[in-house]
């Protein structure tokens, strides 16, 4: 072999080299291919055993529909929506939705917008979203604090889902908002209409309607019914309102990136949701609620503001809810071409038995 590597030129040599790599680059792609084929192969064994299951067991209920879509028929969903993040643009595709995709759609309105449950309120509430079963399955939406309805005895849960917006943005919505209203209701007289002073004014003269303790909301909302949760720059509150995010939330969106908060909404829960994202872009509803006058406020009254400890611990709970949003996220779309898409399943079902005879 050296003798004939000694006499072969190596113009040919180089030649034998690259043939020999075009072969081996041949057989390593035929590889790829056979072990992708493979997979397909599996995965459609896989799917048909777990159709032959789920007939079976079908025939023996004496069922035709799906086992999946019997639940999702008595699913609640609940969005204990927190002031000026948007939530009336996503809940008006909520109501566009109901028709078409045949769920209930129920606003809880609690008297003066108070966020907190008596107890025997609580109770009733509870007792209604789970027994009311010809509202199932169902949406509902309002201004109340977190319940956890575990508390009560209640075995089947309902589906919490929410949405954040920065601390600081949502402040200045909500205080134009009470003197300005918006464009849903143009004529509707507000509480604090005719007082002029702008946001920046209010920081600086000391206003109570924009003092640091009227940041404290969103946490209280995701904590819930406990007195703690209600008390301003609470520490433990905080960590309540975290955990229950990550424990107790399907999901939570922030404000700034609504559309794809929806659009896993649409993946995750198309039940209720198919067809959100497309309504969302195109519909004319799409930002329906838009604060009048609303100004943007100073750096000086900005970095004023960050200055208390009650703006850094919303601040945590924002990013707190941001960088786990990002993280469903990351996990559920890719982008392509400058657009996002959904990822398919990426899990399925094998070695199933015993063995369907």
């Known amino acids: 072999m050296g003798l004939l590597r000694i006499m072969m030129s190596p113009k040919i040599q180089l030649l034998a080299v690259l043939a020999f790599g075009v072969a081996m680059l041949l057989v390593e792609n035929q590889i790829q291919r056979l072990d992708e084929s493979t997979a397909k192969l599996e995965r459609t064994i896989a799917r048909h055993e777990v159709a032959e299951v789920e007939l079976r067991h079908s025939k023996d209920d004496g069922l035709r529909e799906s086992l999946p879509m ?100 949502r402040l200045v919505s909500y205080y134009y908002f009470l003197r300005f209203g918006d464009d849903y209701r143009p004529g509707l007289r507000r509480r604090k209409q005719g007082d002029k002073k702008t946001f920046d004014e209010c920081v600086s003269s000391g206003g109570s309607d924009c003092a640091p303790e009227k940041l404290w909301l969103q946490i209280p909302f995701f904590c819930g019914h406990h007195s703690e949760c209600w008390n301003a720059g609470s520490r433990w509150a905080l960590e309540q309102a975290k955990y229950n995010i990550v424990n107790e939330y399907v999901l939570v969106g922030v404000t700034e990136e609504l559309d794809d908060f929806i659009m896993i909404l649409e993946a995750a829960l198309p039940r209720f949701f198919k067809g959100a994202t497309d309504l969302y872009r195109t519909g004319k509803k799409s930002h329906l609620r838009k604060t009048t006058e609303k100004k943007p406020p100073a750096k000086e009254t900005i970095d004023k503001l960050q200055q208390s400890d009650i703006w850094k611990m919303e601040n945590e709970l924002y990013e707190f809810a941001l960088e786990q949003f990002q993280f469903v996220r990351g996990h559920a779309v890719r982008e392509k071409d400058g657009e996002l898409y959904v990822l398919s399943q990426n899990f399925f079902y094998e070695k199933i038995y015993p063995k369907v005879n």
Not at 76 to 84: A, D, E, H, L, S
Not at 115 to 143: A, C
């Open 70 to 169: 019997a639940e999702n028929n008595d699913m609640v969903i609940i969005y204990n929506r927190v002031p000026k993040t948007a939530s009336t643009s996503f809940t008006n595709i909520a109501y566009d939705l109901c028709g078409r995709n045949n769920f209930h759609v129920l606003h809880i309105n609690t008297t003066k917008n108070n966020p907190v449950m008596s107890l025997q309120d609580q109770v009733r509430f509870v007792r209604n979203v789970t027994t009311w079963r010809e509202m199932k399955p169902s949406f509902y939406h309002g201004h109340i604090a977190y319940l956890d309805f575990s508390k009560y005895g209640v075995k089947d849960k309902p589906v919490y889902i929410n949405v954040v917006r920065d601390p600081i943005e």
